[in-house]
């Protein structure tokens, strides 16, 4: 189960304290339900996602480095490009401060992924935190792969 919010970044601030940065590229397979991969680093990932805004369910199963590249070829849209960055929040929390490249860019979203939905629901974002767009499917990745 994934249970996260996401928020729009108007500006990134400086001074974050960035655990850790990786390069991500995803493609999806099919948008209804949602089935991606995605290279994560040197780490290869098949993943589906079922309907849902804040909460949905998410299975992950890892592929080999030529698995990916032979499904790549035959993704729906546009491939994906970004660098996460990986920061702290605090309560054992984190941001995924996600940077979108190529025709996305400059879009800037951060998410937060809760054990809760509880948690989730009073979750008070950091100021430099945009607009909250958890509810707003517009924001979802499998979207904006198809814009």
């Given at each position: 189960?994934?249970?996260?919010?996401?928020?729009?970044?108007?500006?990134?601030?400086?001074?974050?304290?960035?655990?850790k940065?990786?390069?991500?590229?995803?493609?999806?397979?099919?948008?209804?339900?949602?089935?991606?991969?995605?290279?994560?680093?040197?780490?290869?990932?098949?993943?589906?996602?079922?309907?849902?805004?804040?909460?949905?369910?998410?299975?992950?199963?890892?592929?080999?480095?030529?698995a990916?590249?032979?499904?790549?070829?035959?993704?729906?849209?546009?491939?994906?490009?970004?660098?996460?960055?990986?920061?702290?929040?605090?309560?054992?929390?984190?941001?995924?401060?996600?940077?979108?490249q190529?025709?996305?860019?400059?879009?800037?979203?951060?998410?937060?992924?809760?054990?809760?939905?509880?948690?989730?629901?009073?979750?008070?974002?950091?100021?430099?935190?945009?607009?909250?767009?958890?509810?707003?499917?517009?924001?979802?990745?499998?979207?904006?792969?198809?814009?």
């Amino acid at each position: 189960m994934e249970i996260e919010r996401k928020y729009l970044i108007p500006e990134i601030p400086s001074g974050l304290d960035i655990q850790k940065t990786r390069i991500i590229e995803q493609g999806y397979l099919c948008t209804a339900p949602v089935v991606r991969i995605r290279r994560d680093n040197d780490d290869y990932i098949l993943t589906y996602k079922s309907k849902g805004l804040m909460v949905r369910e998410e299975y992950n199963l890892p592929l080999t480095r030529e698995a990916y590249e032979h499904l790549k070829e035959k993704i729906d849209g546009r491939l994906i490009q970004k660098v996460r960055h990986v920061i702290p929040l605090g309560g054992g929390l984190s941001i995924e401060l996600d940077v979108f490249q190529g025709d996305l860019a400059p879009l800037v979203l951060a998410e937060v992924e809760f054990p809760t939905e509880e948690m989730a629901e009073s979750f008070c974002p950091p100021e430099w935190f945009g607009e909250d767009v958890t509810f707003s499917s517009q924001y979802h990745n499998s979207t904006l792969s198809q814009l």
